[in-house]
């Protein structure tokens, strides 16, 4: 078999045990047909073969983004307020954005700091009290609107939420335009006009009504836009914790489109309300979204909130805010009940949980599943584990959990500032926070991620995090090696996703997803990882990206 493209003169690091390293590799239908010396597989090469001289930089299997959400390629048109502190720099950056538009702003990747006291409706009343405004956290997990905003959403004078979300009210009965949590600020988002993109995340649900063809096409722009930024920095594979049946239809429609240039799979969402029946719709998702591109296969559930609002569930009060512990949005005994169901089903289980209390009852309710259905090959995840208490630490490899971790997370060591450990940890508990090393070392299988767009989905960006994060007062360091960080952003992401069938190592017969790094990615220096660059980006044989150096 001729090759239809060859990369050569390559670093190839294949993630293949079997195999570490090569210099060129050969793809033909979407596929690997040969890994080896540049000299063993140009003897595939033919004339109609593109050869792609790789001139000695680094070649690895595409990476999987395992924790990220499609919704953040609506988010790309925003206001973008990362670094932005102080009230004129926040002003002078909507008075800019607003230059040529009109209704509705929306600002993205607010820091909790962003104003020193806080900040209130009154505050975005200043910067426009004509027009409806709101800002988004970094986290995404707070919104904060002007008075016309909360207004046109009906909810200046408060509304009635699940535990766990809230509109915080003022002492003038009024809402104070802080919105916490999803389903707080839904409205908002139905006035940013991106709701549809939302509404598996924050309800569980699909469309009221089927969207229309135009509608539809505004969505799938917005996914597009976000594929297409995803690629740019190597991803090849998407593990969405977004979505519902409606992502995944639009998935299906741009694939027919030829618009699809990832590998995605989508969860259905379980929320604390949902009867256990309500799972027939995570299996009915999975059985009608089975393949290489697109898939389901397992059900995504909320147990917390975040820190740095103080709704992530602990196991102690949080420093200077006596007996508040925040509270799990789940019921423990509910919970073993879904996950046990979940479990019976076949379906993989993954859930966000940050504080150690809500860690720790995460696990238990994969225990419970454990002594429900045996101890099956299902992977469930936990997403973050920003807190554990020790204790827990071995019971993750014991019930074979992955620790879904995010290497931007950690304050200091990328774009969230050091000083939110002193706010949301009490000082003796700072070695129990942001473990990845010791939980590699305990046993649990990590893969890496980003959270995109809560931070940077760049890939280079959160190796160089990994290997230069600060070391917290008396706590261990806690990077991966290099290598193992690798491992953990390519064949990790794809064994916790069930996809190492498919992709995650450089081996015939696998899918001929690739990244070529712009540079040799195990000599750049440590603080200049971020900068490198990706010089090509291939997913199942077919180019997504490719730098104007690249031949």
């Known amino acids: 078999m001729l090759a239809e493209m060859i990369v050569a003169g390559a670093k190839v690091l294949t993630m293949d045990e079997a195999r570490p390293r090569a210099e060129a590799v050969a793809v033909a239908g979407g596929r690997i047909v040969a890994v080896g010396t540049s000299a063993e597989v140009m003897a595939l090469a033919g004339p109609e073969t593109r050869v792609i001289e790789a001139g000695g930089r680094s070649l690895?299997?595409?990476?999987?983004?395992?924790?990220?959400?499609?919704?953040?390629?609506?988010?790309?048109?925003?206001?973008?307020?990362?670094?932005?502190?102080?009230?004129?720099?926040?002003?002078?950056?909507?008075?800019?954005?607003?230059?040529?538009?009109?209704?509705?702003?929306?600002?993205?990747?607010?820091?909790?700091?962003?104003?020193?006291?806080?900040?209130?409706?009154?505050?975005?009343?200043?910067v426009f009290a004509d027009r409806p405004i709101a800002i988004r956290s970094m986290d995404h997990h707070t919104v904060w609107a002007n008075t016309m905003a909360l207004e046109q959403a009906n909810l200046l004078k408060g509304a009635v939420l699940p535990p766990g979300h809230e509109v915080v009210m003022g002492p003038d009965g009024l809402a104070t335009g802080e919105l916490r949590e999803f389903e707080a600020f839904d409205a908002i988002l139905a006035l940013a006009g991106v709701s549809r993109l939302y509404v598996g995340i924050s309800k569980g649900a699909e469309p009221a009504v089927w969207p229309s063809d135009a509608e539809r096409a505004v969505d799938k722009d917005h996914i597009a836009r976000g594929l297409a930024h995803c690629a740019a920095e190597g991803c090849t594979t998407l593990v969405s914790m977004d979505g519902n049946r409606y992502t995944l239809a639009l998935l299906r429609e741009m694939q027919t489109e030829g618009r699809l240039t990832q590998r995605v799979k989508v969860p259905f969402h379980m929320k604390p309300d949902m009867a256990l029946e309500e799972?027939?719709?995570?299996?009915?998702?999975?059985?009608?979204?089975?393949?290489?591109?697109?898939?389901?296969?397992?059900?995504?559930?909320?147990?917390?909130?975040?820190?740095?609002?103080?709704?992530?569930?602990?196991?102690?009060?949080?420093?200077?805010?006596?007996?508040?512990?925040?509270?799990?949005?789940?019921?423990?005994?509910?919970?073993?009940?879904?996950?046990?169901?979940?479990?019976?089903?076949?379906?993989?289980?993954?859930?966000?949980?940050?504080?150690?209390?809500?860690?720790?009852?995460?696990?238990?309710?994969?225990?419970?599943?454990?002594?429900?259905?045996?101890?099956?090959?299902?992977?469930?995840?936990?997403?973050?584990?920003?807190?554990?208490?020790?204790?827990?630490?071995?019971?993750?490899?014991?019930?074979?959990?992955?620790?879904?971790?995010?290497p931007p997370h950690p304050p200091g060591a990328m774009d969230f500032p050091i000083a939110a450990m002193e706010t949301v940890f009490a000082p003796e508990r700072w070695r129990d926070a942001y473990l990845c090393r010791t939980l590699a070392e305990a046993g649990a299988r990590v893969a890496f991620a980003s959270d995109w767009p809560v931070a940077a989905v760049s890939v280079l960006r959160g190796l160089q995090a990994n290997l230069t994060r600060p070391a917290y007062?008396?706590?261990?360091?806690?990077?991966?090696?290099?290598?193992?960080?690798?491992?953990?952003?390519?064949?990790?992401?794809?064994?916790?996703a069930h996809l190492e069938g498919i992709t995650g190592v450089l081996r015939v017969g696998l899918a001929a997803d690739l990244v070529l790094i712009n540079g040799d990615i195990e000599t750049v220096l440590d603080d200049q990882i971020g900068q490198t660059g990706i010089a090509l980006t291939v997913v199942g044989g077919i180019i997504t990206h490719q730098a104007p150096e690249i031949a």
């Open 473 to 496: 007062a008396g706590a261990e360091p806690q990077g991966l090696s290099r290598i193992a960080a690798l491992r953990a952003y390519t064949t990790g992401g794809a064994i916790a």
């Open 60 to 126: 690895l299997p595409g990476f999987v983004e395992s924790h990220m959400h499609l919704f953040g390629g609506a988010e790309l048109n925003h206001l973008q307020l990362t670094g932005v502190h102080g009230r004129n720099a926040l002003v002078a950056a909507f008075q800019h954005y607003a230059v040529g538009r009109a209704g509705f702003l929306m600002a993205e990747g607010a820091d909790y700091s962003l104003l020193p006291e806080g900040v209130t409706r009154h505050d975005l009343d200043r």
């Open 279 to 406: 799972l027939e719709r995570a299996s009915a998702m999975s059985a009608e979204f089975n393949d290489d591109w697109i898939s389901s296969g397992f059900v995504k559930m909320f147990m917390d909130g975040v820190v740095d609002s103080r709704t992530a569930y602990m196991l102690q009060d949080y420093p200077g805010v006596p007996g508040h512990r925040s509270v799990p949005l789940f019921d423990p005994e509910h919970f073993n009940r879904i996950c046990a169901e979940i479990d019976r089903r076949g379906l993989q289980i993954a859930v966000h949980a940050i504080g150690d209390g809500a860690v720790r009852q995460t696990i238990d309710g994969y225990e419970a599943a454990a002594k429900a259905n045996g101890l099956q090959d299902r992977r469930h995840r936990i997403e973050h584990i920003e807190l554990i208490d020790r204790a827990d630490i071995p019971r993750l490899a014991a019930l074979e959990i992955v620790a879904s971790l995010q």
